[in-house]
């Protein structure tokens, strides 16, 4: 039966909250031979639940790599309501890997797009530097060896802040892309989100808050913002990358595993 079709007719909308570590996945979007986010949770959901079809609507794609600690989904399905929530996400839970976890599940509007919606993201990107971390450190932290001047990071930082054409902190743009972006906050600050006594004794995270991003766009951001540490990139370069006139290549992008979508806001 086509998904589509039935969908036009009646159907039945949730909004699912979703917390998950990316280590292991190929990213968000379903691919063909890929292990991602959004291929585990279908899987998971065809077998708690075989009689029923179900679509995903994410609110956002994260890369490879990349975690959440709060990220929302829309779940559509034609077929019937589900009756006993807190139940279904015991199941969902019960049967999902163990890193990710469905936190809450409430009812939506049918007729409302995730994707459309307006809201406001909040993104972490966790980092240490000088020494090289224990192993257990890589899925939480990007960990970069060199030396880096973070005093200057973090005045460069709040550079990124306010509106800014960031096409030089992309990847293949498409020609509708909107590469001007506002960011109401970016702040470099030691790292008080995540601990683990297996962390180095100082790390460091990048917060980035703002209504949508571009695809690599806070890992470039963080890239920039390595080089500009290391001594390879000064500021007036990060400030002429921001004009809507220059092109200039930013050419490191900052591993995923460092970046958190910390939370995110609808309006």
């Not at 797009?113 to 406001?120: D, G, M």
């Not at 909040?122 to 224990?134: A, D, P, R």
Request: hydrophobic share 40%; net charge positive; with cysteine.
């Amino acid at each position: 039966m086509n998904f589509t079709r039935i969908m036009n007719r009646k159907k039945y909308a949730y909004l699912v909250w979703v917390q998950y570590l990316g280590f292991r996945y190929s990213g968000w979007q379903k691919q063909p031979g890929q292990k991602t986010l959004e291929g585990m949770l279908l899987k998971t959901l065809k077998f708690i639940d075989p009689g029923k079809q179900y679509k995903i609507l994410g609110a956002g794609r994260t890369d490879a790599k990349v975690s959440a600690l709060k990220m929302a989904f829309q779940l559509l399905t034609p077929v019937a309501p589900i009756e006993d929530l807190p139940a279904f996400v015991h199941d969902f839970n019960k049967n999902l890997p163990s890193d990710i976890r469905i936190l809450e599940i409430q009812e939506a509007n049918p007729e409302q797009n995730i994707i459309q919606n307006a809201k406001i993201k909040e993104y972490v990107y966790i980092f240490s530097y000088g020494t090289k971390n224990h192993p257990f450190c890589a899925p939480f932290m990007a960990n970069f060896l060199d030396e880096l001047d973070l005093p200057l990071m973090k005045r460069a930082a709040k550079i990124f802040e306010g509106t800014h054409n960031f096409h030089n902190f992309t990847a293949r743009i498409q020609p509708n892309t909107k590469v001007t972006r506002t960011i109401d906050h970016c702040e470099i600050t030691e790292n008080k989100e995540l601990t683990a006594n297996f962390f180095p004794k100082k790390s460091y995270l990048l917060s980035v808050k703002g209504a949508g991003f571009m695809r690599y766009q806070i890992r470039m951001m963080m890239g920039a913002l390595v080089l500009l540490g290391k001594g390879e990139l000064d500021l007036d370069s990060l400030e002429k990358a921001l004009s809507a006139n220059e092109k200039t290549l930013i050419p490191y992008v900052a591993p995923g595993s460092g970046l958190f979508l910390k939370n995110m806001k609808f309006m």
